[in-house]
Structures are given as structure tokens and as C-alpha cells.
């Protein structure tokens, strides 16, 4: 399509060839033999697996779930040339603060359905309505109906927070707030650089030290403190090989998430697994199966397994890039793309049971000024503990009204 301004009214219709050819696929497994005494150390569960999978292929309703992701107003619009899809839910409100919500991997749009009525309208849901939003939640490129993606360069955050700064002006929000986590939360510390001076506060949930960095030292660190830390070491030490061959070989893996549900369908439930909150035993335990399925499905549909590992691989280059960069010339790389530098916006931060986030190495400074930590929850907040996730925007993102 050509790279206009315009912004298309938007409509999930998945073809009923499609949701046959799923089914299809689902009843035709060839599973793999289970090794007696094994268990989620290995990855996902046959036996589990095998449940999940016929939940999906006999009790899921994709239809249902469409519905109720078209009672939502959605959009696409074309940006620096490519297709980026986007729901913009306005506030009854007249005062409503514009809020920009960015979802990570392995998630969508979806993660965010249970806050957007909380959030946009909070007279109805028991809050204060001075506390309301007027939300837009675009899909990352190569995400859900971001799809498909026309040329490399998208895993390039930078260019996406310039590209979700331009839609925000489209949408006429010329002063805004954004919150994200995972690669949404990078998205998000970008944005005021891609968009200077119009980004009012930030909010991030589970920011985290770099994977592939140093394991933390746990001396001299708090109870809680040391339980992330040992946390992130276990992951550091044998939870990303996940990360390893996305950012390594994201074709290979692209094979398997194309051609085969029950591949995809693994690859994202062992994330719900380990990234949920701990108290949660299985990942149905943590978010609702409906939706952890309605996400998976959308990753099927449009074929997400493989454009979001291609993503991941450019976002890992461009990262090392940068940090070469910094490493090369001393520089706080405030300007790496061509941007001038600007004063940061206030930040907030939400740190959730699952997380690994250390305040004394994430804010050595002190800095941040809004930081929660919750005993619930984990890397989806918005679909595991989304009233949780609302009290903290609303809190935080008054001191921007």
C-alpha cells in the first residue's frame, strides 16, 4: 500500500478456510514422545500440551473472541511504508489524557482488552473520571495485523517509537503519555526523543538488566532484592534459549511457527509459564485461557511467530550496535538516531512478583519518582493482574493532567 496519511477503519475477519485448516492441523498431531519422570524442566509437557491443544481445537471459540475484538474501534494507517494496525478507544470523557499502551513479545493487542474499559471510562467502572484516557494501542510491525513487514529495519525501536509518534499526531495527540513493557517498554523509553516535548510522563512494567549481560551479584542485597537477582541468574543461565536462537536464527524457527500450531502454540505457552506469577502453576493458573489462546491465535493467524522472531534478531543487532557505539565514543548515544536530545519526562515504574527488576540497579540515582512494587503478578499485568496495572496509571499519570 502507499505510505499516505490516511487512517482505515480496520475489521478481524478471519477466512472460515482458515479456522478449518487450523482445526485440521491441530487433529493431526504427530507428538513427541514424553521421557518418564520429566516435567516443565524440558520445556512444555506432552500431557499438557496434548490438553491445551485439544482445548483449542474443541472448546476454543474464535469467533466469540473475534467479536469481542471488533467491539473495539480499529484501525490501520501507513507509516514510513509500513501497514501499522491500532485500536483507539476515545473517553466519554472530554478531558481524557491520551495514552499510548505497548504491548511486548510474545504478546498483541490483546494483552491490554481487560484495562481498556477501566481506563477509558473509569465513571463506569467505580474510579474517578478525572483519572480517564483516551487509549491507542498499536501492534508493534510484524506483530498481529502489523503484518506483513515489506523490509528490514522494523526491529529497529527507534524507528518504531518514531513511527508510533506519528500516529499519535494523526490521531491529533499532540501531548501525550505512554506505558509499555518488554519491547514495549523499550518503544516507550524512546518515545521522547522520537516525539520531543509532546510525551508528558512514561510508565514501564518489569524493566530488566540486559539478558545476555553479567549475572547480578547478591551481596549486599535485600531479601526481595536477592530473590530477583537469583531469579534473572537462573534465567541468564537456562531460560533464553528462546532469545538465543530468535535473535540468532530467526528463519530456522520460522519454519515450525509457520507450518505447525502446535509449535506455536508451545513456543508462547512456555513463556506464560515461566513469566507469570510464580504462585501460578500453570499458565491458565495466571492469565485467562481464552484469552492466552485468542493471543496465540492471532500470532497463527498472521503468521507473527515468524515476523516477531525476524524483529527480535534486528532489534538484538541494532542493540549491540548501539551499545558498540556508545563504547566507541564515550557518548550517552542520547542522539544514536539523529534526534536531538531532550529532557526526560517524568517515569514511572511497576515492578510485579515475576519480575527481576532491582530498583538499586535499575534507578541507582534515585531518579524515578512513581516506583510500585505489587506481590502478585508478572510480565503480563494487564491480562494477569489488570486492576493492579489501572490503580498505577491512574495514580502516576496525574501529575501529568
Known amino acids: 500500500m502507499d505510505n499516505n496519511t490516511d487512517i482505515r477503519p480496520f475489521r478481524i475477519d478471519i477466512a472460515q478456510a482458515e479456522l478449518d485448516d487450523l482445526r485440521d492441523r491441530l487433529t493431526r498431531v504427530r507428538w513427541p514422545r514424553q521421557v518418564r519422570g520429566t516435567g516443565w524442566e524440558r520445556g512444555v509437557p506432552v500431557d499438557y500440551l496434548k490438553e491445551l491443544a485439544f482445548y483449542w481445537a474443541n472448546g476454543f471459540d474464535w469467533r466469540a473472541q473475534e467479536k469481542t475484538l471488533n467491539e473495539h474501534?480499529?484501525?490501520?494507517?501507513?507509516?514510513?511504508?509500513?501497514?501499522?494496525?491500532?485500536?483507539?478507544?476515545?473517553?466519554?470523557?472530554?478531558?481524557?489524557?491520551?495514552?499510548?499502551?505497548?504491548?511486548?513479545?510474545?504478546?498483541?493487542?490483546?494483552?491490554?482488552?481487560?484495562?481498556?474499559?477501566?481506563?477509558?471510562?473509569?465513571?463506569?467502572?467505580?474510579?474517578?473520571?478525572?483519572?480517564?484516557?483516551?487509549?491507542?494501542?498499536?501492534?508493534?510491525?510484524?506483530?498481529?495485523?502489523?503484518?506483513?513487514?515489506?523490509e528490514p529495519g522494523w526491529g529497529n525501536l527507534f524507528r518504531v517509537a518514531a513511527a508510533f509518534g506519528e500516529l499519535m499526531n494523526r490521531l491529533g495527540y499532540r501531548r501525550f503519555a505512554a506505558q509499555g513493557g518488554d519491547v514495549g517498554g523499550g518503544v516507550v523509553t524512546l518515545?521522547?526523543?522520537?516525539?520531543?516535548?509532546?510525551?508528558?510522563?512514561?510508565?514501564?512494567?518489569?524493566?530488566?538488566?540486559?539478558?545476555?549481560?553479567?549475572?547480578?551479584?547478591?551481596?549486599?542485597?535485600?531479601?526481595?532484592?536477592?530473590?530477583?537477582a537469583e531469579r534473572f541468574n537462573a534465567t541468564r543461565q537456562d531460560g533464553l534459549g528462546y532469545l538465543h536462537l530468535q535473535s540468532t536464527r530467526p528463519r530456522t524457527l520460522a519454519?515450525?511457527?509457520?507450518?505447525?500450531?502446535?509449535?506455536?502454540?508451545?513456543?508462547?505457552?512456555?513463556?506464560?509459564?515461566?513469566?507469570?506469577?510464580?504462585?501460578?502453576?500453570?499458565?491458565?493458573h495466571a492469565v485467562d485461557r481464552d484469552q492466552l489462546l485468542t493471543n496465540v491465535s492471532l500470532y497463527w493467524f498472521t503468521g507473527s511467530g515468524a515476523s516477531s522472531a525476524d524483529i527480535l534478531y534486528e532489534g538484538m543487532q541494532a542493540y549491540r550496535e548501539m551499545a558498540a557505539g556508545q563504547s566507541g565514543d564515550g557518548g550517552d548515544g542520547g542522539d544514536q538516531a539523529g534526534w536531538p536530545s531532550a529532557p526526560a519526562p517524568p517515569q514511572g515504574i511497576a515492578v510485579f512478583a515475576a519480575d527481576s527488576t532491582i530498583r538499586a540497579l535499575t534507578d541507582?540515582?534515585?531518579?524515578?519518582?512513581?516506583?510500585?512494587?505489587?506481590?502478585?503478578?508478572?510480565h503480563f499485568p494487564a491480562m494477569e493482574t489488570p486492576g493492579l496495572l489501572v490503580g498505577d496509571l491512574r495514580e502516576f499519570f496525574r501529575i501529568a493532567r
Open 73 to 150: 474501534p480499529q484501525f490501520v494507517t501507513t507509516i514510513d511504508g509500513q501497514d501499522i494496525h491500532f485500536l483507539h478507544v476515545r473517553s466519554p470523557e472530554p478531558d481524557a489524557l491520551p495514552l499510548i499502551l505497548c504491548h511486548g513479545w510474545p504478546g498483541s493487542f490483546v494483552d491490554f482488552l481487560k484495562v481498556i474499559g477501566p481506563l477509558t471510562d473509569p465513571r463506569a467502572h467505580g474510579g474517578d473520571p478525572a483519572d480517564a484516557f483516551h487509549v491507542v494501542i498499536p501492534s508493534l510491525p510484524g506483530f498481529g495485523f502489523s503484518n506483513p513487514v515489506r
Open 191 to 228: 518515545l521522547p526523543m522520537a516525539a520531543p516535548g509532546r510525551v508528558v510522563a512514561t510508565h514501564l512494567n518489569g524493566p530488566s538488566p540486559y539478558p545476555f549481560g553479567p549475572p547480578i551479584e547478591l551481596d549486599g542485597l535485600s531479601a526481595t532484592d536477592r530473590a530477583r
Open 255 to 284: 519454519y515450525s511457527l509457520t507450518d505447525s500450531p502446535i509449535g506455536q502454540l508451545a513456543w508462547i505457552a512456555e513463556k506464560f509459564k515461566e513469566w507469570t506469577d510464580p504462585a501460578a502453576e500453570l499458565p491458565e
Open 364 to 378: 541507582p540515582a534515585n531518579t524515578v519518582g512513581h516506583w510500585s512494587e505489587f506481590d502478585r503478578g508478572g
